[in-house]
């Protein structure tokens, strides 16, 4: 079972950025996908973002798009989130996790994870 590891978290103002990462100890080729969710307080995890192991394809929430990016670096087995213009709603713990369903749309389900990493805490605010 592969183990994850978040990191980048942190204190940011509105507009400001941050790059989280998530670090892979073992393959994870035996996923579908590595994908970031988040979760506020009081509120129910979400998914943020998603890439397929397979073909690289990339699936974002739609309160994210175009600010967030996700990339991957199999050399040093680590996927990021690059997070751009942060606002406040977007503070929360983000948590990446190995598995997803064999659709696009299902990679970012939480549904379809079940290997997570231990979290690391976003807050915007100024």
């Known amino acids: 079972q592969v183990q994850l590891v978040e990191s980048g978290g942190g204190l940011v103002q509105p507009g400001g950025s941050l790059r989280l990462s998530c670090a892979a100890s073992?393959?994870?080729?035996?996923?579908?996908?590595i994908g970031w969710f988040r979760q506020a307080p009081g509120k129910e995890r979400e998914g943020v973002s998603s890439?397929?192991?397979?073909?690289?394809?990339?699936n974002y929430a739609d309160s994210v798009k175009g600010r967030f990016t996700i990339s991957r670096d199999n050399a040093k087995n680590t996927v990021y989130l690059q997070m751009n213009n942060l606002k406040p709603e977007d503070t929360g713990v983000y948590y990446c996790?190995?598995?997803?369903?064999?659709?696009?749309?299902?990679?970012?389900?939480?549904?379809?994870?079940?290997?997570w990493g231990q979290g690391t805490q976003v807050t915007v605010s100024s």
């Open positions: 996790a190995a598995g997803g369903g064999p659709t696009i749309a299902s990679m970012i389900n939480d549904n379809w994870y079940a290997n």
């Open positions: 073992g393959s994870t080729k035996a996923y579908n996908a």
């Open positions: 890439i397929s192991n397979t073909d690289g394809r990339t």
